[in-house]
């Protein structure tokens, strides 16, 4: 038997934070938390080795986040720091600390991330703390509230809402722990959907969708539950982009209820039937024994990948930065002279718009050397799953081929680990244009050098 524990903090920043960072809000601060923001740790061990997973209700962490966070979980905890995934939701209804347009609320907001660090690092302590025998299982669902979300204008123009014909990924994978008794643990959950169901108009805190996800799986199965967030780069909500706190409620309650359902059904068993006795009654009754054939894989293994990626030509840091502070005096301008809702809101999206460029820029000048970007495919095999993830938000094609290509059937593919880049889309997607394509990094050609590197990493160890 492998060894697992789980902990959990919360995260919940103080009212006024400053909040969300839509390029269509005109709010700058929350007035509340409709749920808690989390920090969910699973830490396994076996053999020798030791791993952690640590899901994060967050928008991102950034390339230099990520580093200081694992390193002060491997300080805290004597976990390698290569096998340690830091996982974050990508929750668009959160606090932010990055939007230099906001001002209202951005103490507080700081206040609050300095607790995220620190947060993370209990959680993984607790968890070590709280290790017991367990076995692991794996099982797949299927959920339809995500769609692709590059649909066409007449015109051909791309835009961020339902593409009917696109590719989409409704997989819901679920891995489970249990104890030696067969009482759980914890469940992991992957999905592909962008948590932007809340949008400009909501001023609530939310983790969106993974937080009521989370709530139904731990009320009907028991234990806690972790979320992955999948290859959503091209993943949006069917219903989103919205102010009704109830519609990310229903939606992640709609995937909650089909992971438990996924995860009341794994036996981390192979089992053959026994007929143990004919019991005379009204009618004769078969009493049965499904019976353990063996244990189940009690492997854990750890790989990490390093490959370079061809970068794209973006704009200079100079350029990005002169942009940006002329819309961000456009900005302060309009809303001194109180100008209607709807002239605040067209100067923020300019605002939010040059920001977007401004950190493109600097995602270019920090990450790129002699032309292309390194990440690293991390995979973490435990029993007969193994989890592999990608510091991107990569486009659910990627995913597919992973998947269907992967030695081991039981693969789940995630972006949004360990650091922040932005998109990575397929080939097919920078022909066609559009939001994505726009504001990556990456060039042509990156999607099938993510692809293998993730299936090295896979390789190494099954």
Not at 32 to 40: A, S
Not at 99 to 116: M, R, S
Not at 256 to 272: C, H, K, T
Request: aromatic share 6%.
């Amino acid at each position: 038997m492998l060894n697992a524990g789980v902990g959990r903090v919360d995260i919940s920043p103080k009212i006024g934070v400053a909040h969300a960072g839509w390029g269509a809000q005109t709010h700058q601060v929350s007035v509340g938390n409709d749920m808690p923001l989390l920090v969910t740790a699973l830490v396994v061990k076996n053999h020798g080795v030791e791993l952690a997973i640590v899901d994060v209700d967050i928008g991102i962490f950034t390339n230099q986040q990520d580093r200081d966070i694992r390193d002060l979980i491997s300080e805290k905890s004597d976990i390698p720091f290569g096998n340690i995934r830091l996982a974050y939701t990508h929750t668009h209804s959160g606090p932010i600390t990055f939007g230099q347009w906001i001002k209202d609320g951005i103490d507080l907001a700081n206040e609050w991330w300095n607790t995220i660090p620190n947060a993370c690092a209990k959680a993984v302590v607790d968890a070590k703390a709280s290790m017991v025998p367990a076995r692991s299982g794996f099982g797949r669902g299927s959920c339809n509230i995500n769609i692709n979300r590059r649909p066409a204008r007449e015109n051909g123009e791309l835009f961020t809402g339902r593409n009917w014909d696109g590719f989409v990924d409704h997989d819901v994978d679920v891995v489970s722990f249990d104890d030696a008794n067969g009482d759980p643990i914890a469940t992991i959950v992957n999905y592909a959907m962008h948590p932007t169901i809340m949008g400009h108009e909501n001023e609530w805190v939310t983790p969106d969708f993974p937080g009521p996800m989370r709530s139904v799986v731990e009320h009907a199965v028991g234990g806690l539950c972790l979320f992955l967030q999948g290859a959503s780069g091209n993943q949006g909500p069917l219903d989103g982009f919205t102010g009704d706190l109830s519609v990310y409620r229903k939606a992640g309650s709609k995937l909650g209820a089909e992971a438990a359902r996924v995860r009341l059904n794994i036996d981390p068993f192979e089992r053959e039937e026994r007929l143990e006795k004919i019991l005379t009654s009204g009618a004769d009754l078969g009493i049965y024994t499904d019976v353990p054939k063996s244990e189940p894989d009690d492997t854990v293994a750890v790989s990490n990948v390093p490959v370079e990626l061809p970068a794209r030509e973006v704009l200079s840091l100079a350029e990005a930065e002169s942009i940006f502070a002329v819309r961000e005096s456009e900005l302060a301008d309009t809303r001194s002279s109180g100008a209607s809702e709807e002239d605040v809101a067209a100067a923020v999206s300019k605002v939010m718009r040059a920001n977007i460029q401004l950190s493109l820029a600097r995602l270019s000048e920090a990450n790129t050397k002699d032309g292309h970007i390194e990440i690293t495919a991390q995979s973490m095999r435990i029993g007969e799953t193994v989890l592999v993830s990608v510091p991107v938000e990569p486009f659910a094609e990627l995913a597919d081929s992973v998947k269907k290509r992967s030695g081991t059937k039981n693969t789940v593919f995630s972006g949004f680990s360990n650091g922040h880049i932005n998109y990575l889309a397929t080939d097919q997607a920078f022909e066609e244009g559009g939001y994505e394509v726009g504001v990556s990094v990456f060039a042509p050609g990156s999607a099938e050098l993510t692809i293998d590197a993730s299936l090295e990493a896979i390789d190494n160890i099954i």
